[in-house]
């Protein structure tokens, strides 16, 4: 079992940036590949990004591509998501998951977060 905490969401203004985190405890962190996706109102939950487990392959949407950044500590079993230049589309509830295969795939991550808000204003 893998409890996901995420935290670092907040309210900016359009050009700003944010640093997400998400921080695991329970089986061994460095074990699961780490992913991050976003829910905006009357949407579906959508990926974002994803990191394998060594950290050593990411990839991400192409709508945050250049913008956005995944890295993990696995010292400090902790997942991030720094977000540069924000837009308003990028307001959403992000969550972070926990899976085996580093994956775009909303099932293939077992373990999930409660979720931080993000509100990027215009």
């Known amino acids: 079992q893998v409890q996901l905490v995420e935290s670092g969401g907040g309210s900016v203004q359009a050009g700003d940036s944010l640093r997400l985190s998400c921080a695991a405890s329970?089986?061994?962190?460095?074990?699961?590949?780490m992913a991050w996706f976003r829910q905006a109102p009357g949407k579906e939950r959508e990926f974002v990004s994803a990191?394998?487990?060594?950290?050593?392959?990411?990839f991400y949407a192409g709508s945050v591509e250049g913008r956005f950044t995944i890295s993990r500590d696995n010292d400090k079993n902790t997942v991030y998501l720094q977000m540069n230049s924000l837009n308003p589309e990028d307001s959403a509830l992000y969550y972070c998951?926990?899976?085996?295969?580093?994956?775009?795939?909303?099932?293939?991550?077992?373990?999930w977060g409660q979720g931080t808000q993000v509100t990027v204003s215009s």
């Open positions: 990191i394998f487990q060594s950290a050593d392959s990411t």
């Open positions: 329970g089986r061994a962190f460095s074990y699961y590949a």
């Open positions: 998951a926990a899976g085996i295969a580093l994956s775009r795939r909303q099932n293939e991550y077992m373990y």
